[in-house]
C-alpha cells in the first residue's frame, strides 16, 4: 500500500483576452473627450438634430393645442354644441387633448433615442 497523497490540483490564474495581442479599433469619442474640433463638430451635429426634433415638436404642439382656444373664441357657436351632455369645448380640452400630448411625447422620445443611437453608431461605439 501507498501512503502517498495525491497532489492538489494546480490552480490557474484566469484572466481577459490579451488586448495587447488585439487592439480594439479606437472609436471616435476620444475627440470628444479630448475635445478636438473633430468632436465639437460631432457634439454640435447632434445637439442640432436635439433641437431640431424639439422645435418640430413643439411646434405641432402650438399648431394643434395651441390654436384651440382661437377657435373657440372665432367660433363661438362651438360652446352650444354638446356631445354626452357635455360640451364639445370641454371634451375636446379636457380629454382629447391628453392622448395627443401623450402620442407626441412617445413620438418625441423614441425619435430622440433613435438619434441617440444613431450617433453612437457613428462614433463606433455600437456593434451592428
Known sequence: MSDAQPEPPRRVRVTGPDRAAHPSPRSRTGDIDDETPLGDLYLGSLLREQLLLAARVLGL??????????????????????????????????????????????????????????????LGEVDR
Do not use: I, K, Q
Open 61 to 122: 404642439l402650438a399648431l394643434t393645442v395651441g390654436t384651440l382656444p382661437l377657435l373657440f373664441f372665432v367660433a363661438p357657436g362651438l360652446d352650444d354644441v354638446r356631445l354626452l351632455g357635455l360640451p364639445m369645448v370641454w371634451l375636446v380640452l379636457g380629454v382629447l387633448v391628453y392622448p395627443w400630448l401623450v402620442l407626441l411625447g412617445w413620438s418625441y422620445v423614441r425619435r430622440a433615442e433613435r438619434n441617440e443611437r444613431d450617433f453612437a453608431e457613428l
